[in-house]
């Protein structure tokens, strides 16, 4: 079992930045990746960005040159820096740990990009 507690989020305005964190404990050692999927309204869960154990990245189209994901192995954490915010970023933001068995999630943190 992994369990991921998110922190950070919260509102930002257009072209401002926020930063989110997640903490996971239990079975990492069993994790490959870990990273951030997002669910905006009117679609489905989508990947945000994630990194693997190794350092492998994986960025959605609409965050490359935005987003910064980071990995700190020793403290079990996996950090996403926002920057350039724009409106449509505003989502649900669920950390997500890929396990050996089974994927997990966080319970999500609220993303709000307004003016």
């Known amino acids: 079992q992994v369990q991921l507690v998110e922190s950070g989020g919260g509102s930002g305005q257009p072209g401002g930045s926020l930063r989110l964190s997640c903490h996971a404990t239990?079975?990492?050692?069993?994790?490959?990746?870990l990273g951030w999927y997002r669910q905006v309204p009117g679609k489905q869960r989508e990947l945000v960005a994630a990194i693997s154990n190794v350092g492998v990245l994986r960025y959605a189209d609409f965050a490359k040159g935005r987003f910064t994901i980071s990995r700190d192995k020793d403290k079990n954490t996996v950090d996403l820096q926002m920057t350039r915010l724009k409106p449509e970023d505003t989502g649900l933001y669920f950390c997500?740990?890929?396990?050996?068995?089974?994927?997990?999630w966080g319970q999500g943190t609220q993303v709000t990009v307004s003016s």
């Open positions: 997500n740990a890929d396990g050996s068995d089974r994927a997990y």
């Open positions: 239990g079975n990492v050692n069993t994790v490959y990746y």
